[in-house]
């Protein structure tokens, strides 16, 4: 009583000073109090306090844009990932290949990033499956890779201080210097045709990379275009890690305040250096791809799409699932919550919809990464080398009827398309997601649409057509047929070649002629 | 001489401001001369050496010809000696030979040349850009902008152009009078610092030219109008012009707040000021205290009061009384002032 009494005479106290009514105050604190009753109960659909639609996505944005920083500043807590075994000399290098070279066809000489075999991703997969394949065909392959992975190209360092982890044939060798693995190279090219296959050059130098091709004998270097790392440490373009930027040309103002902008011209011009010494073959997982890569305008023998995977439909084996329109409409973010994938879009579309009896969201992904919201359901799918249908079979298992595919750069293939085709889903996705929209237009077009932008998307979902629209589309099912990477296209054009002219086999001398690097640029 | 002459005022607590600007003025326009005008003295122990900051010249407010100089500035706050200063020096450089003079606040950055002010000052004798060029819908925004500028001033004098002929010489006459007597911030008496003066400038002079593109001056008070976006080209772009500068207004404080409000939900405008922070980390000035200003103390180290500048500007019998300003001790306006107020 006493509390009441003090709360009457304070609010006497102050309607009469501000010369207000009490009505007002009544009025205000009601409103108040219906403002806070609204957030507790957001909260406690969601596990969010934010209300506010306006500033929501606007606040995820601004979280991605505080934790960006410069690849050097990140390449300091990629120390862990570093492999630390003693560097095996280079004769101990020469006699532990030399044997193996045998009666095999070739030797594939691939570079990429990471340990394939300790890692697992995109470019990873591709590696491990045109291994295989190649092995299939009594081709032996050699990985190399940095020992020391980085977020961006290594400095310019001589051969003999640059370590390498290798595989053979999918089995860890151990660590080498460089120029050691040149030495072998040079070595062995005198029994053995080998293949430089270069996936990526992140963590690599591009001048020892030169090398190592040079020492192969090989002058058609392949050069794969898995994302856009031949314009930018940002291999996703995506200035400051929020927004694509289409690598706009250098010295631009964009560029100038990105944190990837100070790195960036010395990367493109090694880079291009590479090209021009190089004269790769590019291969682009996509048509898409290598249209956006070509926009770089970097030299290059020729070019080649290779798509990671085919869609193929299953002819049906009975009656096709029946859509239950009882149940709300099953929408699903594939894969990591990463921002780039369009996580922060995916969310702010399940927070406007919390409560909205018309939809259930879902992840399908591993269930790691930020915290969600908790009308997202997670269901764990890890897509491994043992289990490479394991997203098709976690859409269909959980009846997802709309995959939103928001990726905010340009995908060079996106693997969760094609899983999400080939599971029968109706994929929503926008024109700036690179080859996802090709990949629906070319397989299945009734069974996605494009819009434009954010805004768009979050109108669909209001509206009232999303569910006829989603149903109407016919449920499809089918599944992935993995390509081998470089494998198939390769053995046949080699085979063809070898047919024209069988001398090719042999490591041809000509490519003593490749310009040897720049000192300045190697050492400087 | 170079045909371009640019000036900056402010204190060494300003100073990695100042070299922001400078840097990015250097990167588009490496042949103009750009000048600090230093309202201010080094702290003890703190060297300042112009062959390595992207300064060319300096002038200290001592060098103004600014009669009795050092009671003058204490007349001043730290902002209103800021911006007093601009008159007088924009005057000196005119007076020195300089064809074309700009203005350009410590707190502003450039993101593409200024080529066009040069060749707008063929034409025009002043250029002024408004705080608005664009009427505002939203209520919240048009008591924060438009109003705002009602009280402050519809120029934003963060910029000034000013070509030496004609108008610009009667202009830059006028403008360093106006500021040697009225530059302080006093709005109910109608007076903000140097800015409220340029209101009368389309009255009082000829050959004024308003700069409408929305790509100059982009701020806080005029985010609202004017998005900022960058496309492939690598281009930022405000209103869907060329973004020439931004002026990164208190950007440590309710800066962020107005452009958190509004940036219509772009990420972009947060972009510049992340970038803006880094640049200042990256030309931070250790050796120079915190709120260091050489005129804010007395003499022994006490922060002058407001009501103390103001009492002495507006009594002769002070000024009378206590030639030195600054001094501290017995006989001093510190003492003086401080014995009434008890």
Redesign the interface.
């Known amino acids: 009583m006493k509390g009441a009494s003090k709360i009457l005479r304070w609010l006497r106290r102050t309607t009469k000073a501000n010369r207000i009514s009490r009505s007002r105050i009544v009025r205000t604190t009601l409103l108040g109090a219906e403002t806070a009753g609204k957030a507790v109960a957001f909260y406690a659909r969601t596990g969010h306090w934010n209300t506010n639609e ?2 929501r ?2 606040a995820a ?2 979280r991605q ?2 934790a ?1 920083v410069s690849p050097r500043i990140r390449a300091k807590d990629w120390d862990g990932g570093k492999n630390r075994s003693s560097p095996m000399t280079g004769a101990a290098l020469t006699q532990i290949l030399e044997p193996l070279v045998g009666n095999a066809q070739g030797l594939i000489v691939s570079l990429s990033h990471d340990d394939y075999g300790r890692n697992y991703g995109g470019v990873q997969n591709v590696i491990r499956d045109e291994q295989q394949v190649f092995g299939r065909a009594k081709w032996l392959y050699l990985h190399v890779s940095p020992a020391s992975p980085l977020p961006m190209l290594s400095d310019p360092k001589p051969a003999n201080e640059f370590r390498v982890s290798l595989r053979f044939d999918g089995n860890v060798i151990g660590v080498a210097m460089i120029g050691d693995l040149v030495g072998s190279l040079e070595t062995l090219r005198r029994s053995i045709f080998m293949q430089p296959i270069v996936h990526h050059l992140m963590g690599l130098a591009p001048e020892l990379v030169l090398e190592v091709i040079r020492a192969t004998g090989n002058d058609s270097p392949i050069a794969w275009a898995h994302d856009f790392f031949s314009a930018c440490p940002s291999y996703v373009l995506m ?2 890690d ?2 694509f ?5 250098l010295g ?7 944190c990837y902008g100070e790195e960036r011209p010395l990367h493109a011009a090694r880079i291009r250096r590479f090209f021009e010494a190089a004269d790769c073959i590019v291969a682009a997982p996509s048509q898409a791809a290598l249209e956006r890569w070509r926009r770089f305008d970097l030299p290059h023998r020729e070019a080649v799409v290779l798509p990671l995977a085919r869609l193929l439909s299953v002819p049906p084996t009975g009656n096709p699932p029946s859509r239950d329109d009882s149940r709300p409409l099953r929408v699903a973010h594939l894969g990591a919550r990463e921002f780039r994938k369009g996580w922060s879009i995916f969310e702010e579309l399940a927070l406007r919809h919390a409560g909205d009896a018309r939809y259930e969201f879902l992840q399908l992904g591993t269930p790691d990464g930020p915290s969600m919201p908790r009308n997202i359901r997670n269901v764990s799918v890890r897509v491994d080398a043992a289990r490479r249908n394991a997203m098709i079979e976690a859409i269909a298992e959980a009846q997802i009827d709309v995959a939103v595919i928001w990726s905010l750069w340009p995908e060079t293939f996106c693997f969760t398309a094609q899983e999400a085709l080939a599971a029968g889903a109706f994929i929503i996705t926008n024109p700036g997601a690179g080859n996802v929209w090709p990949a629906i237009a070319a397989n299945a077009p009734e069974q996605g649409c494009i819009v434009n932008d954010v805004e768009q998307l979050f109108a669909m979902f209001r509206g009232e057509d999303l569910r006829a629209r989603a149903h109407a589309a016919p449920r499809r099912r089918g599944t992935l047929l993995i390509e081998g990477g470089t494998a198939d296209w390769f053995l046949r054009r080699h085979a063809t070649e070898s047919e024209a002219a069988p001398t090719t086999a042999v490591a041809s001398p000509s490519m003593d002629g490749l310009p040897i690097q720049d000192e300045s640029v190697a050492y400087g | 001489m170079a045909e371009v002459h640019c000036f900056t005022s402010a204190t060494f607590s300003y100073l990695d401001r100042v070299r922001v600007l400078g840097e990015t003025l250097k990167r588009f326009h490496p042949d103009w001369k750009f000048w600090l005008c230093l309202a201010d003295e080094e702290p003890p122990g703190f060297t300042f050496d112009i062959a390595r900051e992207p300064i060319d010249g300096i002038v200290r407010v001592n060098e103004l010809d600014v009669p009795d100089v050092r009671r003058w500035v204490f007349n001043h706050d730290i902002v209103e000696l800021c911006t007093a200063v601009k008159g007088p020096m924009l005057f000196r450089l005119l007076s020195s030979g300089a064809r074309k003079v700009l203005y350009i606040d410590p707190d502003i950055a450039l993101f593409n040349d200024l080529d066009e002010i040069v060749c707008l000052l063929d034409k025009h004798d002043i250029i002024l850009t408004p705080h608005q060029i664009d009427p505002d819908d939203d209520p919240k925004a048009i008591l924060d902008n438009e109003i705002g500028s009602l009280k402050w001033g519809v120029f934003n004098l963060g910029f000034l152009a000013v070509a030496n002929r004609g108008d610009g010489i009667r202009f830059a006459h006028w403008w360093r009078d106006r500021l040697l007597d009225y530059c302080i911030d006093d709005l109910p008496n109608g007076l903000f610092t140097d800015q409220r003066w340029c209101d009368h400038v389309p009255g009082l002079f000829s050959n004024v030219h308003v700069l409408r593109d929305p790509g100059y001056n982009v701020a806080s008070w005029n985010l609202s109008r004017r998005p900022l976006t960058i496309e492939e080209d690598g281009v930022i772009r405000a209103g869907g012009t060329r973004l020439r500068f931004y002026h990164f207004t208190k950007v440590n404080g309710p800066g962020e707040v107005m452009i958190t409000k509004y940036s219509g939900g772009r990420i972009t405008p947060f972009e510049l000021l992340k970038w803006y922070r880094a640049r200042l980390d990256a030309n931070a000035v250790p050796d120079v205290p915190d709120g260091w200003w050489a005129y804010g103390t007395y003499a022994d180290g006490t922060p002058v009061p407001r009501e103390h500048r103001r009492a002495y500007r507006s009594r002769l019998d002070l000024r009378r009384r206590f030639p030195d300003p600054f001094a501290s001790g017995r006989k001093s306006l510190a003492r003086h002032l401080a014995k009434r107020r008890q």
């Open positions: 306006h500033n996505l606007l944005y601004r844009l505080h960006a200035r400051n929020v927004a930027c289409g690598a706009p040309p631009s103002a964009a560029c100038a305040i990105c």
